[in-house]
């Protein structure tokens, strides 16, 4: 009896954690509800360029947290202006052809190896037509003062930053081309 009340009441906590959370979800990001199926493809041939008018924005997944348990399969969601855009999986990329303007981009991760607060991230880009903007969202430590020593990481944080064009198009061609379906 004992154990199924601690059940319960971990259940609870797990599923009223989850809507907390989903209530601050920032203003790039979408509705919280959205999943995706992710499908990777090894040595896929790069892109065509940017459609006439537009900016492509070049979304990367990385993992850079060796001991992580579970997070070999590390499959962000990506936002844009308020819309999950797609996701990925692993090291993996996928792109997206803007409107020229301001985008605020989100990237968001589910995982019981989160650190708490920290499994959001949020950009701002300008972006211009006919050009390529790289992002890469990756997988890393979580802070020493969340997790503990570096050597008994438990802790883990999602990273959204811009990457240069060079450290883009190398970390592109490094990665699996992402393709990913709304449940």
């Known amino acids: 009896m004992k154990q199924a009340m601690a059940v319960f009441l971990f259940c609870m906590?797990?599923?009223?954690?989850?809507?907390?959370?989903a209530a601050t979800l920032p203003d790039g990001c979408g509705d919280d509800h959205a999943?995706?199926?992710v499908k990777t493809e090894k040595d896929a041939p790069a892109p065509a360029p940017p459609q006439a008018g537009k900016a492509r924005i070049v979304f990367i997944g990385r993992i850079d947290a060796p001991g992580c348990l579970g997070c070999s399969v590390f499959s962000p969601r990506i936002g844009v202006d308020g819309s999950w855009v797609g996701a990925t999986k692993g090291d993996?990329?996928?792109?997206?052809?803007?409107?020229?303007?301001?985008h605020h981009v989100c990237a968001d991760w589910k995982s019981l190896s989160a650190a708490p607060g920290k499994n959001v991230g949020v950009a701002t880009l300008t972006a211009e037509p006919g050009k390529v903007?790289?992002?890469?969202?990756k997988i890393m430590s979580a802070p020493e003062e969340v997790s503990g020593?570096?050597?008994v990481r438990t802790e883990w944080a999602l990273d959204?930053?811009?990457l240069s064009d060079d450290k883009g198009w190398e970390r592109m061609k490094n990665s699996a081309l992402a393709t990913a379906t709304p449940r």
């Open 13 to 21: 906590l797990f599923f009223l954690g989850n809507n907390l959370r």
């Open 35 to 37: 999943r995706f199926d």
């Open 92 to 102: 993996s990329y996928f792109v997206l052809d803007v409107d020229p303007g301001v």
């Open 133 to 137: 903007y790289f992002f890469e969202v």
């Open 149 to 151: 020593p570096p050597t």
């Open 160 to 162: 959204l930053k811009q």
